[in-house]
């Protein structure tokens, strides 16, 4: 068997290559919309991409199988429940692909979107039950998917937990599942960054798998959900829609525009010494870089990236591509721009030391602990470029922290586009840090 699990860090996103060596063979299931990783994969097994299956239609990244079935003339198989307007072959519950001696059977499993299917392994070689499951958008390792993206999240929970405990709790222990997410996604919450697990594993340690009636189910899938990213509609109907070609990359521009939205993606740790009026700040190098931009950006509207160099803006334009985001304006060399707007950091430390004599804004979400400091305002980051900022003073020191420092220099830039002059992230840690321990 040819099998390769292709991480797309960014996203939490999990594709596959699966295929036979015997013939040299291989289906990508669940591609990402940038294929050079599966390129890779496919020259290294010298095997021939035949096709293309979609567990689902996905709501939170564009797929790659437009581009692949325009450029390599394969076809797209997806559920014949997916109302898929591309060219495409409907795939019912049961029926099976053969390639060699692989085949990847189609297992009918709704609950994050009508149509999700999970795709059965079997290697005919050693037997003829399934070695393996992929899951896509069901059953994750250490949590389940959410129910909310495609319909009502009390009735996609009702449905998921049926297609748990009816259709893959059935299958047999040592099945291995190979999940469509892991940590970093939005389409759970709890998941592990493990990539992978059995299903006894998960019949053991799962807890949303553990013995409980619907209800309960239904209510601790709906809990604690994150924000639907706000392009979800947009990336929906691309990937039903007609066939997405690839997307072109930016072009460097000898000098910045002087209008239109700027997003500067270079580490926080240079940000912080200087960046452009105007200019949102999303550092490409964190996971998530994609989701956080998607709040900010409108994708209608074409974003010039600032960046250290081209690669860098490469990087950034194909995470930007990969949310629907498809064109950019063009990217601009940091060096070459005059960088007047600081913002100076904070260690916990110093922020400790002064906190009764400024002003604090704590961009983590309500739910996260420990609790906001006395006097602190929260406002979550996805909603800050955006929300009414009563109690906080413009022209007044204001320092920004979160739980570990990876949100508040995207949020001090966010207020520094909102006119806020003396600006300060806490970086090198958070709430999250021992010294708040003292202090809870």
Not at 377 to 406: E, F, K, N, Y
Request: charged content about 20%; glycine content about 10%; some cysteine.
């Amino acid at each position: 068997m040819i099998f390769e699990q292709l991480i797309y860090t960014d996203l939490g996103c999990a594709s596959y290559l699966v295929g036979c060596q015997k013939v040299n063979e291989a289906i990508v299931i669940d591609p990402a919309l940038d294929t050079r990783p599966l390129m890779r994969a496919l020259e290294y097994h010298k095997a021939k991409l035949v096709g293309i299956i979609e567990t689902h239609t996905h709501a939170d990244h564009i797929s790659g199988h437009g581009a692949l079935a325009l450029e390599l003339g394969i076809p797209v198989y997806v559920s014949a429940l997916a109302g898929a307007e591309h060219e495409h072959i409907g795939l019912n519950d049961g029926d099976s692909i053969n390639v060699g001696n692989i085949e990847l059977k189609a297992m009918h499993t709704p609950g994050h979107r009508p149509e999700h299917i999970a795709i059965q392994v079997i290697d005919h070689t050693r037997s003829d039950e399934p070695w393996l499951v992929l899951t896509g958008d069901s059953l994750f390792v250490g949590d389940v998917a959410r129910p909310d993206l495609a319909i009502d999240g009390q009735e996609g929970a009702a449905v998921l937990y049926h297609t748990i405990q009816d259709r893959l709790l059935e299958l047999n222990d040592g099945v291995e599942i190979f999940p469509g997410h892991v940590a970093g996604s939005l389409c759970g919450k709890g998941m592990s960054a493990k990539p992978s697990t059995t299903l006894g594993f998960e019949r053991r340690f799962n807890d949303m798998l553990q013995p409980m009636g619907e209800d309960a189910f239904v209510a601790a899938a709906n809990a604690g959900l994150a924000p639907k990213p706000p392009n979800l509609g947009r990336i929906v109907d691309a990937n039903k829609g007609p066939l997405v070609a690839r997307p072109a990359l930016p072009q460097h521009l000898e000098a910045l525009p002087t209008d239109g939205p700027l997003l500067d993606v270079r580490a926080t740790a240079d940000v912080v010494h200087g960046t452009v009026p105007g200019a949102f700040h999303v550092p490409v190098n964190q996971t998530g870089f994609g989701t956080r931009s998607g709040f900010l950006l409108d994708p209608d509207v074409p974003t010039t990236i600032i960046a250290e160099d081209e690669a860098q803006a490469e990087h950034a334009a194909r995470a930007l591509q990969a949310i629907g985001h498809f064109t950019q304006r063009g990217w601009v060399a940091a060096g070459d721009l005059d960088l007047t707007v600081k913002l100076p950091p904070l260690t916990v430390d110093e922020f400790l030391a002064e906190r009764d004599d400024v002003q604090i804004l704590d961009v983590r979400n309500d739910d996260e602990l420990p609790a906001p400091v006395e006097g602190a305002i929260q406002i979550p980051l996805h909603d800050l470029h955006v929300a009414a900022l009563d109690g906080l003073d413009p022209t007044q020191r204001t320092v920004v922290i979160c739980q570990s420092s990876a949100r508040s220099g995207i949020g001090a830039s966010i207020l520094a586009t909102r006119g806020f002059t003396d600006v300060h992230p806490v970086l090198g840690g958070g709430m999250g840090s021992p010294q708040f321990a003292a202090i809870a």
